[in-house]
T-cell receptor
Framework: AAGVIQSPRHLIKEKRETATLKCYPI?????VYWYQQGPGQDPQFLIS???????DKGSIPDRFSAQQFSDYHSELNMSSLELGDSALYFC?????????????FGPGTRLTVL | KNQVEQSPQSLIILEGKNCTLQ??????????LRWYKQDTGRGPVSLTI?????NTKSNGRYTATLDADTKQSSLHITASQLSDSASYIC???????????FGKGTRLSVIA
């Protein structure tokens, strides 16, 4: 079965550079969530989108922005990167209205800021 | 502040043994509780999901229990295997499409 796809899987950037992470949800899923997981930390919710509209906002820095496109894929744009942005970034998708509203996670993008 | 707390932080067991991981939460209102398995550097994979009306749910060698009155859940792993070595994360959802609240996980190491 198709799963959540994230690209790239690994990304190395310098401080103050920009990065774009992409997430392709499971087909027919209409909701996308972004999480940030620092080393040894639990995932922290950043932002979510439902039907291409922002549905919830967590601890996403002002330097980051995200959107969901007409094909339901989502992109997380990160600017003015800082060393502390080094983390695993997970995308999860779900289908609203389905029992449990289960979120399926992608494999993550490991971002390293040097 | 809503929290999900797990214990123990880490656990080492011998292959073939059973173990039980604990989760206490203070999330309210409560929609459902999930247990995820996360291998290092990989995305979390769902093991079980339970609503407040469900007391137990099994998935192979994994059995989760839920006591909505005391806001406690446990994950029991039977006949552990080396491949069970991972972080087990308890996650609670408020309701609907709201974000998940993650516990810090229990790091399980199964040794031969």
């Amino acid at each position: 079965a198709a799963g959540v796809i994230q690209s790239p899987r690994h990304l190395i950037k310098e401080k103050r550079e920009t990065a774009t992470l992409k997430c392709y949800p499971i087909p027919r899923h209409d909701t996308v969530y972004w999480y940030q997981q620092g080393p040894g930390q639990d995932p922290q919710f950043l932002i979510s989108f439902y039907e291409k509209m922002q549905s919830d906002k967590g601890s996403i820095p002002d330097r980051f922005s995200a959107q969901q496109f007409s094909d339901y894929h989502s992109e997380l744009n990160m600017s003015s990167l800082e060393l502390g942005d080094s983390a695993l970034y997970f995308c999860a998708s779900s289908l609203a209205g389905i029992a449990y509203n289960e979120q399926f996670f992608g494999p993550g993008t490991r971002l390293t800021v040097l | 502040k809503n929290q999900v707390e797990q214990s123990p932080q880490s656990l080492i067991i011998l292959e073939g043994k059973n173990c039980t991981l604990q989760c206490n939460y203070t999330v309210s209102p409560f929609s459902n509780l999930r247990w995820y398995k996360q291998d290092t550097g990989r995305g979390p994979v769902s093991l079980t999901i339970m609503t407040f009306s469900e007391n137990t749910k099994s998935n192979g060698r994994y059995t989760a229990t839920l006591d909505a009155d005391t806001k406690q859940s446990s994950l029991h792993i039977t006949a552990s295997q080396l491949s069970d070595s991972a972080s087990y994360i308890c996650v609670v959802s408020f309701s609907g499409n709201t974000p998940l609240v993650f516990g810090k996980g229990t790091r399980l190491s199964v040794i031969a």
